[in-house]
T-cell receptor, first 113, second 109 residues
Framework: NAGVTQTPKFQVLKTGQSMTLQCAQD?????MSWYRQDPGMGLRLIHY???????DQGEVPNGYNVSRSTTEDFPLRLLSAAPSQTSVYFC????????????FGPGTRLTVT | DAKTTQPPSMDCAEGRAANLPCNHS???????VYWYRQIHSQGPQYIIH???NNETNEMASLIITEDRKSSTLILPHATLRDTAVYYC??????????FGTGTSLTVIP
């Protein structure tokens, strides 16, 4: 099993550009989520999904969109990149209604200039 | 909003027990407390979780106070590889996980 995979590993965008960060999992987990981590800070929840077709906002959703058309994939879209979105983005999954242990991907480092 | 509070940094001598405290006074009665660690800039790694009783696994022990307002993660014999940022986390509203700023643990040779 690959677990949780994220692509790309690194990305540089110019202000105003859009892009999609990919997250995929092969563990058949119901719950998927996106976090951002700024330098020296903890993780902040952006969006999450408790199953295909269901998404909801976390603590810092502005400027990001998500969709969940399949159990395996949970892409994060930046609509119009801003320097404030420079961060490391982590995707995580949970097999819901069990131990609630989160499995994290390796992260995507995004720089917006 | 539910929050956790941890000291920003701690040192521990190699081979000694590392005791990392966390205050989670706003946690509700049926919410678990989870601990994760993050080594360098990798994705966080699950360590242990608990509700009311003390818990132990192959990585660590978790002591939760009777009033559930605080907990302590114990690494019984710290090694250099345990140098990391440790997060005490919880769940808000049943499905929103929240992380604080964590404790940066440095294990000293």
């Amino acid at each position: 099993n690959a677990g949780v995979t994220q692509t790309p590993k690194f990305q540089v965008l110019k202000t105003g550009q859009s892009m999609t960060l990919q997250c995929a999992q092969d563990m058949n987990h119901e719950y998927m989520s996106w976090y951002r981590q700024d330098p020296g800070m903890g993780l902040r929840l952006i969006h999450y999904s408790v199953g295909a077709g269901i998404t909801d906002q976390g603590e810092v959703p502005n400027g990001y969109n998500v969709s969940r058309s399949t159990t395996e994939d949970f892409p994060l879209r930046l609509l119009s990149a801003a320097p404030s979105q420079t961060s490391v983005y982590f995707c995580a999954t949970i097999r819901w209604a069990t131990t609630y242990e989160q499995y994290f991907g390796p992260g995507t480092r995004l720089t917006v200039t | 909003d539910a929050k956790t509070t941890q000291p920003p940094s701690m040192d521990c001598a190699e081979g000694r027990a590392a005791n990392l405290p966390c205050n989670h006074s706003t946690i509700s009665g049926n919410e678990y407390v989870y601990w994760y660690r993050q080594i360098h800039s990798q994705g966080p790694q699950y360590i242990i979780h608990g509700l009311k009783n003390n818990e132990t696994n192959e990585m660590a022990s978790l002591i939760i106070t009777e009033d559930r307002k605080s907990s302590t993660l114990i690494l019984p014999h710290a090694t250099l590889r345990d140098t990391a940022v440790y997060y005490c986390t919880g769940v808000s509203g049943g499905n929103q996980f929240y992380f604080g700023t964590g404790t940066s643990l440095t294990v000293i040779p």
